[in-house]
């Protein structure tokens, strides 16, 4: 993987979110949807690749890291309007998603 500079990165908006909604997707052997609160920026919906490992009463209620501005993409005829930052092993056997270690306002920006 190639090296990005400062700029890059700088373009990459990632805020702390709390999942207010989450549902399996049943036509999905890998999805489940999030209805994402992200503080005064509003709410937003993001498909996440997690059903391998989390269920949607994991994620309830909790506040997780997202990228915030990444461009929308269609997804099981809705939009994903963002992306769950998460820690995958190589073998693709454990998956973690970031969470704040203190408790901080939803929308708030990760630097």
Sequence with gaps: MGTITIEDF??????????????????STKLIKLNVDFGSLGQRT????????YTPSDLIDKNFVFVYN???RPMMGEESQGMVMAAED?????CVLLIP????PEGTRVH
């Design 10 to 27: 700088s373009k990459i908006d990632i805020r702390v979110g709390k999942v207010i909604e989450a549902t399996e997707v049943a036509e």
């Design 46 to 53: 993001v498909f996440a690749g997690i059903k391998k490992w």
């Design 70 to 72: 990444l461009k929308p």
């Design 90 to 94: 190589e073998a693709q056997e454990n």
């Design 101 to 104: 270690d203190k408790e901080i």
